[in-house]
């Protein structure tokens, strides 16, 4: 077996008169902040997600999390869910179902893309793996043409936030802004302008539905973890 530790950690062994000392430092160690956060990595998602700080009604609230219905009544006891929810539990492979013909239902394009968007709100893994399956469908929806459409509504059909805008009136501290991006292990990320979207012209910042509709198809097709890309809207002349 190989261990690597500090060098002032082997330099209080070798003394042979630190032997406390060196279980303390061992101790300092084995509880440092590193491991403390790959503790606290949430097994699905890869995000850094303390189980002691997601509570209750949390767990559905959170897409990273919420399960939908498939949470066991063991689970909704044990995570404070009980009741939160209607009583009915179904496996994912049920609400996959239910959600395809809930997008059939729907006429317009537009509403099957703001119904997406709300599935990915709502529940992250149900919304990937509807996707995943079901590319030659909702592929057209969740990017083109349907997103050019929803790029021209987008201040109406804009939920939550799944990017980063920087403007012209951010120059000088464009790497202040970047950092205020959640999640810290990024792999991938989709810039745009929000000029020349798809022959419409410049949309500016209803733009921003381009790169968040290609990262969707980054995680659903090339299984990129979510946490693992963004995207964000960087106005013209601002860098």
């Not at 990595?41 to 002691?52: K, N, R, T, V, Y």
């Not at 009741?83 to 492979?93: E, F, H, R, S, Y």
């Not at 997103?147 to 804009?158: E, S």
Request: proline share 5%; with cysteine; hydrophobic share 35%.
């Amino acid at each position: 077996m190989f261990s690597a530790l500090p060098k002032s950690v082997q330099a209080v062994c070798a003394s042979g008169a630190g032997r406390c000392s060196a279980l303390n430092n061992l101790n300092k160690v084995s509880s440092s902040p590193r491991k403390e956060q790959l503790r606290c990595q949430h097994h699905a998602s890869g995000d850094i997600i303390c189980p002691s700080m997601v509570q209750g009604i949390d767990h559905i609230r959170d897409p990273r999390l919420n399960k939908g219905l498939a949470f066991s009544l063991r689970e909704r006891q044990q995570l404070g869910i009980h009741g939160l929810m209607p009583p009915t539990i179904k496996n994912q492979d049920q609400q996959i179902e239910v959600c395809r013909e809930s997008v059939r239902r729907f006429q317009e394009d537009l509403n099957k893309f703001t119904y997406l968007a709300e599935l990915q709100d709502r529940n992250e893994r149900l919304f990937y793996r509807l996707l995943s399956e079901n590319v030659e469908e909702l592929m057209p929806v969740v990017y083109t043409p349907t997103v050019g459409l929803a790029c021209q509504k987008f201040g109406l059909i804009f939920r939550r936030p799944r990017g980063l805008f920087i403007t012209t009136h951010d120059r000088g501290h464009c790497f202040d802004i970047l950092k205020n991006w959640p999640e810290p292990d990024v792999r991938a990320i989709v810039v745009t302008d929000g000029e020349r979207i798809l022959g419409l012209g410049d949309l500016g910042a209803c733009g921003m539905g381009i790169p968040v509709g290609k990262l969707s198809l980054y995680t659903a097709l090339a299984g990129i973890k979510p946490h693992q890309v963004y995207s964000y809207w960087l106005e013209k002349n601002a860098y």
